[in-house]
């Protein structure tokens, strides 16, 4: 059975984004507080590890939650960039 993460990984290919620019982390995420640790984890062991390249974090997500959402990844990254598409 297909999860939330494998069909968004498939859209974003139907959607010609290559594969090797898409990363699904695995985690047991209890929601937006735990997606964004386990992201906010990913990035930092990737700096420890040497990779000095930037990391950019696309967040897709529904118009009413896109707020929150928001809120939660900037304080669980500290710098982020956000924006909401004017319609969905």
Known sequence: MATNADRAKQLAMD???QENALLVLCGNSDGTQDEARTI???ILKSKIAGNQDEISVVI???KY???RAKKIFEKALNQIKGFNA???
């Open 60 to 62: 897709v997500t529904s």
């Open 15 to 17: 959607l010609e984004v």
């Open 65 to 67: 939650h896109s707020y």
């Open 40 to 42: 906010r984890e990913y």
């Open 86 to 88: 004017s319609r969905y």
